[in-house]
Structures are given as C-alpha cells and as structure tokens.
Nanobody
Framework: QVRLVESGGGSVQVRGSLRLSCAAS????????MGWFRQAPGNEREGVAS????????YYADSVKGRFTISRDNKKNALYLQMNNLKLEDTAMYYC?????????????????WGQGTQVTVSS
C-alpha cells in the first residue's frame, strides 16, 4: 500500500524558512518522479516543484523559483522542500505526490499518489 506522509509544516513569519519532509513507503520510490503541491483556501491545487527519479533535475513554479529547493534521498525514501524567504502568499496546505511518468511536470493529473498534507502559515 502506497503511503506518503508529510511533516515539517508550521507557522513562520515573513522572510522565514521551513523545511518540509515527505516519507514514502509501499512502492519502489526511485521509480517515481516526485512533486510538491500546495492549495490555499478557495484556490485550486497548484504545483510548486518537481524532481526526477534520481534527484538530478528539478522544475519549479515561477512563484517559488530562487526561494524553494526540492530534493530527495532515495536511500531513505524521502522527499524534501526547503522553503526560504517565505511570503504571505505561500500560506497553504502542502502536499507531496508521486508520478509514474518519467517527466518533470507540475500537473496534478500526472500524479497518482498523494499525501494528506502539512499546513504552512506565513504571517507578518
């Protein structure tokens, strides 16, 4: 049974930092492209960052480029999102997801497996 569990969310002030983690189990982790998504109240879920199976290539939404860094550790079946210089508009529920398609993308319909999410709240 595939399971993705996010952690590391919390409350932080503007320009602060957080590091999100996602623990994967129940499937061959290194066979999947991984991504981070977020959803704010009243908004659609949007892609934040994606990383290829080997952690070699990454892809970011323009809104987070230069501030967020996605990484993975295939030995630990773990995914990370380092978020720096956080802004008010980064407030959202953050989800990790796994895609069997061997292409970097931020489309929600490309991802088969999803975690339950971890809340990030940025305040002034």
């Amino acid at each position: 049974q595939v399971r993705l569990v996010e952690s590391g969310g919390g409350s932080v002030q503007v320009r602060g930092s957080l590091r999100l983690s996602c623990a994967a189990s129940g499937y061959i982790y290194s066979n999947y492209v991984m991504g981070w998504f977020r959803q704010a109240p009243g908004n659609e879920r949007e892609g934040v960052a994606s990383i290829d199976r080997f952690g070699t290539h990454t892809y970011y939404a323009d809104s987070v480029k230069g501030r967020f860094t996605i990484s993975r550790d295939n030995k630990k079946n773990a995914l990370y999102l380092q978020m720096n210089n956080l802004k008010l508009e980064d407030t959202a529920m953050y989800y990790c997801a796994a895609s069997p398609r061997d292409v970097l993308n931020l489309r929600t319909d490309a991802y088969n497996y999803w975690g339950q999410g971890t809340q990030v709240t940025v305040s002034s």
